[in-house]
Nanobody, 125 residues
Framework: QVHLVESGGGSVQSGGSLRLSCAASGYTYSRYCMGWFRQAPGKEREGVAAIESDGSTSYADSVKGRFTISQDNAKNTLYLQMNMLKPEDTAMYYC???????????????????WGQGTQVTVSS
């Protein structure tokens, strides 16, 4: 069973940085896509970034140039480095994994087959 656990959220001021981590276990797919989506209260979920098993990445336009997704395969850990944070980045951030959909699809839809419990990111102005 796929198990995803996020960490690293917190409260920062506008312009600050945070790095989210996602520890993954229980998957045996040789090809997959992992990534992040976020959801703020009263808003639709939004795909943020994704990385495929071949290393190719996709980003939402709203975070391009500010966020970087990466993975450490040896540690089965996914990261999201978030720089130049803005108040509109405030949301619950979820780690996701999908064995079928490519990165551009999960970023566009914010939909993954599996996801974790989330970690809160709050950016104050």
């Amino acid at each position: 069973q796929v198990h995803l656990v996020e960490s690293g959220g917190g409260s920062v001021q506008s312009g600050g940085s945070l790095r989210l981590s996602c520890a993954a276990s229980g998957y045996t797919y040789s090809r997959y896509c992992m990534g992040w989506f976020r959801q703020a209260p009263g808003k639709e979920r939004e795909g943020v970034a994704a990385i495929e098993s071949d290393g190719s990445t996709s980003y939402a336009d709203s975070v391009k140039g500010r966020f970087t997704i990466s993975q450490d395969n040896a540690k089965n850990t996914l990261y999201l480095q978030m720089n130049m944070l803005k108040p509109e980045d405030t949301a619950m951030y979820y780690c996701g994994l999908d064995p079928l959909r490519p990165g551009i699809v999960v970023v566009t839809t914010g939909r993954f087959a599996y996801w974790g419990q989330g970690t809160q990111v709050t950016v104050s102005s």
